[in-house]
């Protein structure tokens, strides 16, 4: 079974920025989407960004222009980018292997002046 282990997160200021990575266990890493989804307090989980396995990326509204999702498939390793803080992007962010089920830990992401 493929296993994803989160880095990064932690605290942040507004207009900072913050990185995230995620490594899976397997090379077969390469052949899945990837997404990236946080979890605010008392809110659901939302999905933020999303890279498919041949690069291309979207982004949800509230993060466009600002998050940037990138994979290195040579390190099974998918990286979140992030620019200019909002106290609203705090929360509990996680990776997904899409389409498995498979989910890394969150991290925490608290943005604050």
């Known amino acids: 079974q493929v296993q994803l282990v989160v880095s990064g997160g932690g605290l942040g200021q507004p207009g900072g920025s913050l990185r995230h990575s995620c490594a899976a266990s397997?090379?077969?890493?390469?052949?899945?989407?990837m997404g990236w989804y946080r979890q605010a307090p008392g809110k659901q989980r939302e999905l933020v960004a999303r890279?498919?396995?041949?690069?291309?990326?979207n982004y949800a509204d509230s993060v466009k222009g600002r998050f940037t999702i990138s994979r290195d498939n040579a390190k099974n390793t998918v990286y979140l980018q992030m620019n200019s803080l909002k106290l609203e992007d705090t929360g509990v962010y996680y990776c997904n292997l899409e389409s498995t089920g498979i989910w890394g830990q969150g991290t925490q992401v608290t943005v604050s002046s």
């Open positions: 890279i498919t396995s041949g690069g291309s990326t």
């Open positions: 397997r090379s077969i890493f390469a052949f899945y989407h």
